[in-house]
């Protein structure tokens, strides 16, 4: 299993966590799955005025070629329980909310969810314009998304260095992981190897812009803290 946790930074201020965990393979309707899990809760003190608690998860194939499940606990104010089927004969996705179903929509073949597109894009190799181009969806709609993958940085965070390519993807009306407001960019940094780790993203929400810095990586027992304590 791995964890990936990181620290979320609302201008100087800790404004919550997040971790991603790619779990065990496991066995979904018969076949082995890809299971990854997304958690974020903003900090007691943002809280008081905008709460975040999330989870999400999502069920790709081994290959990772499309989804089979997606699930998304959403509480802010109200709790949300979104539930998205993906139905890879009749190529249909189908969306719930609460138990509430509307009519299921026709999807291509490789499709992803708003989850496991970011593991997705982080396989898949760029075309000659540099781009990354997946189908998406949330199960109300589908879109193209496209990942413009547009320099090496070197970044540092806390006392460690990266060497990072940034991504800028483009998954607008989306509704994801790391929600955008409209003409606002996404921007992530993954690491400049084949592990392609995401060690910082950033992105703008309603009450303005946050910075999600990883703060430590594990794989199985191996632990690797990546900021000091207190930094």
């Known amino acids: 299993m791995k964890i990936l946790e990181l620290v979320i930074r609302w201008s100087f201020i800790v404004a919550g966590e997040a971790t991603l965990e790619v779990m065990p393979v496991e066995e979904l309707d018969g076949s082995p799955a890809i299971h990854v899990v997304y958690t974020a809760k903003t900090s007691k003190f943002v809280e008081a005025f905008y709460k975040v608690r999330d989870r999400i998860e999502s069920w790709t194939d081994t ?15 109200s ?15 189908q969306y719930s909310n609460n138990g509430k179903k509307i009519n ?3 999807i291509e073949e490789n499709t992803f969810d708003p989850l496991s597109v970011f593991y997705a ?9 540099n781009c990354i181009k997946i189908n998406l969806t949330d199960g109300k709609k589908i879109i193209k998304s496209n990942a413009r993958l547009i320099e090496k940085q070197r970044i540092t965070i806390g006392d ?31 690491t400049d190897d084949k ?28 632990t690797q803290p990546l900021i000091k304590q207190g930094q």
């Open 63 to 77: 290959g990772l070629n499309h989804s089979l499940l997606y699930k998304k606990r959403h509480e802010r104010g």
């Open 79 to 93: 709790v949300k329980e979104i539930v998205v089927q993906f139905d890879w004969e009749k190529l249909l996705a």
């Open 104 to 106: 299921p929509i026709n």
């Open 121 to 129: 894009f982080r396989v898949r190799k760029p075309d000659t314009d």
């Open 160 to 190: 460690k260095s990266y060497d990072t390519i940034l991504v800028e993807p483009e998954i607008e009306g989306i509704s994801g992981v790391f929600v955008k407001t409209k003409k606002s960019k996404m921007q992530i940094w993954v």
């Open 195 to 222: 592990r392609r780790i995401p060690v910082r993203i950033k992105s703008r929400v309603t009450i303005g812009s946050f910075i999600a810095d990883l703060v430590s990586y594990s794989q199985g027992d191996n």
